[in-house]
């Protein structure tokens, strides 16, 4: 299904002229109706190879075949026949691919109707996708009222609605709770085995790399490691001797060592390699070193459930409350219909604390966070932020306090398109008409990108980097100056969980740094640490409130 052969891909600065590889003469060899996973660290270059397989980015040097499509000789004619007969497509950010003003069923509608005329064979089976993917009760909700892990079902419900043989996801889980997680693998894997679909799926979301038929693993821009699935069971937490990898030679007759090996061996510059005349080959290490015991894969201990202790009865008592919420309830309407995002919510967060705000999708996470932003408006009740009665305030009086007062991540990172990242900086200051003297900000943002290890990103443009490269900046930005308030919806959706643990370590640090604080809405448990106030939604109400307690997964 899918063969790419030495794939180079060059972004270039036109005003700067510099050069930027980010696919590095990668091979990768798919075959029709599996399901592979791609996996590596932000910025190896995953995105770009699904772009570049979706005919949505250019190819510098190198092939690709998709099928019987040769990508590097088509013209643009033919790449909107390939993308309408071939592609379905389930972005990290599914606002990119769809009706943000129709319905749920109107988006799936829209996508089936584009290569059949059948309607009722269309409308069965799109309620069924619906079904599948547990958002049926969604049909008739317009997509910009959705939570985001609601609306990430809604794109791949499109994608499949497509009936494509190759879908590419990127980042499809990255939003979901662990329960929507395994609809979306149930689903893409019955689509495999039905209807000879391929699926391949970029995620960095160590739930979804269980049960696929292969992980390829990129770095750098190259391919560096493929596993099958039984390869993946045999040596998943393996830590004796021995071990056994698979890589693959590539168009240039090149391969590259694991670097688990190297890692083991301690490896740096020079290889020892010995063939024996049996045909067994043996890498060392050119000063006979012994391989250290490793894990193949490090199985990280999280948590599976979330134990709270209420709060102290003098939790609030002389205390500063900077944020509180009387009786606030959001009502969404849509072809009629009243949705209750929101009912009767009741809190109060104090000065210089950290809130994390959780709950399943579709709890009602990304509306409060919405209502707190004054990014939209209540149906009923009040919000006082810094003594400011901040419901009553207009558009453009909470837009104004929004820039003095607080430090805003989006699920999707919204950054000003076309301005590069360190650019993106400057906009609160020139807004609030403040001087400033550029050499100083620099500096100051230049403390911040590498807080974020986003530093090397800082002269390209949002749309040029990757969505996890997208959400440190985002981050960086949201906490320079020191904001009294920061708020940050899903901030570590789109990073792997090494850069994940970096990201929020950052964030600790910058609490206990400086007493901002910070409001965070995530699905994710495990970013809380021992002792931090946690405040649970279950449709749409509050659950739980309380400080946080360890319970690891041994004691239950």
């Known amino acids: 299904m899918i063969e790419c052969k030495d794939l180079i891909k060059i972004y270039q600065d036109e005003e700067t002229n510099i050069r930027i590889p980010a696919l590095r003469g990668c091979d990768l060899r798919v075959y029709s109706g599996e399901i592979?996973?791609?996996?590596?660290?932000?910025?190896?270059?995953?995105?770009?190879?699904?772009?570049?397989?979706?005919?949505?980015?250019?190819?510098?040097?190198?092939?690709?075949?998709?099928?019987?499509?040769?990508?590097?000789?088509?013209?643009e004619i033919e790449f909107n026949e390939y993308r309408l007969k071939m592609i379905g497509i389930v972005d990290q950010f599914p606002e990119r691919t769809l009706f943000l003003d129709g319905t749920v069923l109107d988006n799936l509608n829209f996508t089936s109707r584009l290569i059949t005329k059948d309607r009722k064979q269309y409308l069965d089976n799109n309620k069924m996708i619906l079904e599948r993917l547990g958002i049926l009760h969604l049909e008739d909700r317009q997509v910009r009222h959705l939570s985001g892990g609601e609306m990430i079902r809604t794109a791949i419900a499109s994608a499949l609605a497509k009936n494509c043989p190759l879908l590419l996801c990127d980042e499809p889980t990255g939003q979901l709770d662990s329960v929507n997680t395994e609809r979306v693998k149930s689903l893409?894997?019955?689509?495999?085995?039905?209807?000879?679909?391929?699926?391949?799926?970029?995620?960095?979301?160590?739930?979804?790399?269980?049960?696929?038929?292969?992980?390829?693993e990129i770095l750098d821009g190259r391919v560096s490691t493929i596993l099958d699935v039984e390869e993946q069971l045999a040596y998943s937490g393996k830590t004796s001797f021995p071990?056994?990898?698979?890589?693959?030679?590539?168009?240039?007759?090149?391969?590259?060592?694991?670097?688990?090996?190297?890692?083991?061996?301690?490896?740096?510059k020079d290889i020892v390699f010995e063939l024996s005349e049996d045909g067994e080959v043996k890498l060392t290490h050119p000063l006979g070193v012994t391989p250290e015991q490793i894990v193949l894969e490090e199985i990280e201990e999280r948590r599976k459930i979330l134990t709270m202790d209420p709060l102290p009865k003098k939790y609030f008592t002389k205390k500063e409350i900077v944020v509180e919420l009387k009786n606030i309830s959001k009502i969404y309407t849509s072809n009629g219909t009243e949705v209750h995002a929101l009912s009767d919510i009741n809190l109060k967060v104090k000065k210089g604390e950290i809130v994390f705000i959780l709950g399943p999708s579709g709890s009602g996470k990304t509306t409060l966070v919405?209502?707190?932003?004054?990014?939209?408006?209540?149906?009923?009740?009040?919000?006082?932020?810094?003594?400011?009665?901040?419901?009553?305030?207009?558009?453009?009086?909470?837009?104004?306090?929004r820039r003095n007062q607080m430090g805003l991540v989006s699920q999707q990172g919204n950054l000003h398109p076309f301005l590069t990242i360190d650019e993106n900086f400057y906009?609160?200051?020139?807004?609030?008409?403040?001087?400033?003297?550029?050499?100083?900000?620099?500096?100051?943002?230049?403390?911040?990108?590498?807080?974020?290890?986003?530093?090397?990103?800082?002269?390209?443009?949002?749309?040029?980097?990757?969505?996890?490269?997208?959400?440190?900046?985002?981050?960086?930005?949201?906490?320079?100056?020191?904001?009294?308030?920061?708020?940050?919806?899903?901030p570590t959706a789109n990073l792997d969980s090494e850069l994940a643990g970096q990201a929020m370590n950052q964030i600790y640090e910058l609490h206990k740094k400086t007493g901002i604080t910070f409001l965070i809405a995530t699905h994710d448990i495990n970013l809380i640490q021992d002792?931090?106030?946690?405040?649970?939604?279950?449709?749409?109400?509050?659950?739980?409130?309380?400080?946080?307690?360890?319970?690891?997964?041994n004691e239950k």
């Open 243 to 268: 071990i056994k990898f698979k890589s693959q030679l590539d168009s240039s007759s090149s391969i590259r060592v694991p670097d688990l090996v190297l890692k083991s061996l301690k490896i740096d």
């Open 36 to 75: 592979i996973t791609i996996v590596g660290p932000s910025g190896s270059g995953k995105t770009t190879l699904v772009n570049t397989l979706s005919g949505m980015e250019s190819i510098s040097s190198g092939s690709v075949r998709v099928s019987n499509y040769l990508l590097e000789n088509m013209s």
């Open 531 to 553: 002792g931090i106030r946690a405040i649970e939604l279950v449709d749409g109400k509050i659950n739980r409130d309380g400080l946080v307690v360890t319970k690891s997964n």
């Open 427 to 490: 906009l609160k200051d020139i807004f609030s008409g403040k001087r400033f003297r550029a050499r100083t900000l620099d500096d100051k943002v230049t403390e911040q990108l590498k807080r974020f290890d986003i530093l090397h990103r800082m002269e390209a443009f949002p749309l040029e980097i990757s969505g996890g490269e997208l959400q440190r900046a985002s981050l960086a930005i949201a906490n320079n100056d020191f904001p009294p308030i920061v708020i940050l919806d899903e």
């Open 188 to 216: 893409l894997k019955q689509i495999t085995r039905d209807h000879n679909v391929t699926v391949v799926v970029v995620t960095h979301d160590p739930r979804f790399q269980e049960g696929v038929d292969k992980t390829c």
């Open 370 to 401: 919405k209502l707190i932003t004054g990014l939209e408006g209540s149906t009923d009740g009040e919000i006082k932020i810094i003594k400011e009665f901040f419901s009553n305030l207009t558009d453009s009086e909470k837009a104004d306090f």
